[in-house]
């Protein structure tokens, strides 16, 4: 479970790259984002929104992912790592929509749960 689970985060984090750089292309046009982007206006509204929430999957995939396969390397996998492991998953997809919907304390709130995920990890592997 806890493999599928970074997996499918994995997959999530590629689908808001896409989301984020069409925002993108929607607010500044192609050849803006295929040039050397110098003196590139700032993304607002949900496209920059979708950036935002991109950046901080990526952040918190790297933690994700090494949980995981210390959790799996360590064959220290449980009830609770896969608990974990869903729980950052279903969070993250929650946050990136509540992020780009532009939800402030809900936002918070999934990535809250998201670290509850990490750490009932973090506390199986040490």
Known sequence: MEIKMLVWSAALAFVQVVVAVIGAQLQV?????????????????????ASRAHHNMTANLLLFAILVL????????????????????????????????????????????????????FIRVM
Do not use: C, H
């Not at 046009?29 to 929104?49: K, S």
């Open 29 to 49: 046009g192609l050849p803006m984002l295929v040039g050397n982007r110098d003196n590139m206006p700032e993304i607002t509204g949900w496209a920059g929104r």
């Open 70 to 121: 210390v959790a799996q390397v360590t064959s220290k996998l449980d009830a609770s790592t896969a608990l974990g492991a869903q729980l950052f998953f279903w969070a993250r997809l929650a946050y990136a929509i509540i992020y780009m919907v532009g939800l402030p304390w809900l936002r918070t709130a999934a990535w809250a749960v998201s670290v509850v995920g990490m750490v009932m990890i």
